[in-house]
Each structure stands twice: as C-alpha cells, then as structure tokens.
C-alpha cells in the first residue's frame, strides 16, 4: 500500500530534538564516511520533515545559522560550485556542504546536483563525518517542499502537478504524500518520454493515477499542489494556467532564468525559508523574487512569511480556499545539517558506514 499521510493532533512548534540522539559527534580522530546507498538507507522521510519544522524555526529565531553561500561559476558548463556552512545548536550539529550544479548533466548518468557534507564537533571544530550530500540535497529539498504544503496547502488537496522529470520530481512525488491525500499525480516536463517514464515508475512506486502531459498547462488543469523542479529560463508556472486555491512550490535555479512568471508572484502569498537568503544576490537568491523586485512589481515586504514564522504562529498561512499560495526554496543550510544529524544519528545506532582515522 502506498504511505499515508501521518495524522497530526496537535499544531505549532515540534518537540525539540533530543541533542543527545541526534548529536553528529564522534569518536576523537575518527571520521565517519557514509555513501549514497547508506545515506538513501538511512533518511527517513517523516523524521526529515520534523526536523526541517525545527530547524525552519531555529532559524527564523537567530537560534540557527545559516550565511549565504558563496559559489564558483562555470560559466561555459552553466554550471558552479557552492559552499554552504550551518549551525544548528538545538541538534548539536555543525557542517558545511559543497554542492555542484552542472545542469546539463541531465540525460548523461550524472545528477544535476552533486555534494558533499562533512560535519564537525561543535564543541571542539573536529571533523567527524563525511556523508554523500547529493541524495540529502534531494531529500531535503523535497522534504521543505512537502513542510509548506503542510502549512499551506488545502487539506483536501488530493491532485499533485509536477513539472519536471528529474531526480527533484520523483522526490518531491514522495515527500508530498506523506503530508496530504495525494490521489492523482499529473506530470510535464521538456521530455514527453521522460514524462511517461517517470509516470510508470511513481504509479508503480506510489499505488496511484499517474499521467504524464505534453505542457505545463495541461499538467497544472485542477492542480491542488504545482511542484516546480526545473532549469527553466522561461516560467513554467504562469498565472492563467493556475486553479484556485493551489498550492505551488518551487524549487527550481537558473542563474539566467525563472520558474513562476510576474503575475502568480503578484497574486500569491509568498513564503519563503529565509528572507535573507532569498533576496540576497546570486548565488544565494532567487530570480524568482528579485527580477519582479527590481521591475517594481512587488516590494520586500510582500514576501509575506518564513516557514519558521508560519510554524510559531507569527505570521498566519492561508487565508481561503481559493487563495494561491507560493514557497519559493532557494535552500537554506540549515536544512542540510538537520538532514545530517538525523543521517549520522542513525548510522551510528545501527553501525553502518566505514570509519577511517584522520591522525
């Protein structure tokens, strides 16, 4: 059977980690090192959502850190190299990622995004772990996608419309029904073969109605949640094509391009992990948000809340059935190190991974 959403009583702020399970702390001059199979084996969807919640909200409080990440462009690959550091006290967890993205792997066997995690002692700065970061890169980006519906979304919302093919689509296709009734899942993107493909496998992997498209458009036709994962120049998310009272995510970044046009993010109630990170300059922000800042469109202050904001009650969420709701993620570190913690937790309570000395 396919996984149901989980059921939640109460509502507001998740517990607080327990910083002794979660603590990515080792053992003096070891390093722990996990693969991709390992880190796929051991990320557990439902925990990843929680922990973001928390993190979202440390962070919204100054309790968490997160600086903008500083990158090297590969111009002639359209392709550049981040770092990306963050601190999480409450999760005893200090780490930095290195992620590639070199988009026009697509189609040759090597993922778009590429990383690589090392976690450090907060207390002593020794390193202590090193974690394939490109399978938490997806996980956790799809994870604060499947946290905003959550907050946002109808809780009704039983269609999802994904648009795009790759590794971000199938795991947003996963994460999104964890957190509402997703009975019918409708897919586009550039590839109408690619579409199908990915149709037939999450109809296998989900137990549900999956369709694949031949635009944007028709994809987004009743629409409940529009999850966008693409390279677009062009937005693939456009006002008319938008039902009422969708809920959109958009992951989607193009140094040269956008996902959502003018309009929805007009129109929208626009949420975002961190307003900071957002509005900052490439490559930390997002086209998505300054080209209509810089055009006068909107104002700063139409990016309406942070996550962390909607988990305190500071900022309020949907207001309407028929309202449209919009988080744009640029990906905030926070995320990362959360994921981390929750990783090496378990790594280290099942004994998986190899550990080397670094002395």
């Not at 396919?2 to 001059?29: E, F, K, L, S």
Request: glycine share 8%; with cysteine.
């Amino acid at each position: 059977m396919r996984p149901r959403p989980r059921q939640r009583v109460t509502v507001g702020i998740p517990a607080r980690w327990d910083a002794g399970r979660y603590a990515v702390i080792g053992r003096m001059g070891r390093m722990l090192v996990l693969g991709r199979a390992q880190v796929e084996a051991l990320l557990d969807i439902d925990a990843l959502i929680d922990a973001l919640a928390s993190a979202m909200t440390d962070l919204s409080a100054g309790r968490a850190a997160a600086p903008d990440r500083v990158a090297v462009r590969m111009v002639e690959q359209d392709g550049f190299l981040a770092a990306m550091p963050g601190h999480v006290p409450s999760a005893e967890t200090l780490m930095t990622k290195l992620v590639s993205v070199f988009p026009h792997n697509g189609g040759t066997g090597l993922p778009t995004h590429q990383a690589l995690i090392v976690a450090f002692d907060p207390h002593t700065g020794e390193p202590t772990a090193l974690l394939d970061g490109t399978a938490i890169t997806a996980a956790r980006t799809a994870a604060g996608s499947a946290l905003s519906a959550r907050l946002l979304a109808r809780d009704d919302a039983s269609v999802l419309a994904l648009l795009g093919t790759g590794a971000q689509a199938r795991a947003h296709a996963a994460a999104m029904c964890r957190v509402r009734p997703v009975q019918r899942i409708r897919i586009a993107g550039r590839d109408r073969a690619k579409a199908a493909a990915l149709a037939e496998t999450l109809s296998a992997e989900l137990r549900l109605s999956v369709e694949a498209f031949a635009t944007y458009a028709e994809a987004l036709d009743g629409a409940d949640i529009a999850a966008a994962t693409t390279h677009a120049v062009d937005p693939v998310i456009r006002r008319s094509w938008l039902p009422p009272g969708v809920h959109v995510t958009s992951v989607g970044f193009n140094p040269d391009g956008r996902e959502i046009d003018d309009a929805t993010i007009a129109e929208a109630l626009v949420c975002v992990e961190s307003r900071q990170a957002a509005l900052a300059p490439f490559p930390a922000g997002s086209n998505d948000l300054l080209e209509p800042l810089r055009e006068g469109v909107i104002t700063e202050d139409h990016v309406h809340a942070e996550l962390g904001e909607l988990l305190t009650g500071a900022k309020a969420g949907r207001t309407s059935p028929d309202q449209i709701t919009l988080y744009k993620s640029v990906g905030v570190a926070v995320q990362d190190a959360a994921a981390a913690a929750l990783v090496v937790a378990a790594a280290r309570e099942r004994s998986m991974g190899t550990e080397i000395s670094l002395g």
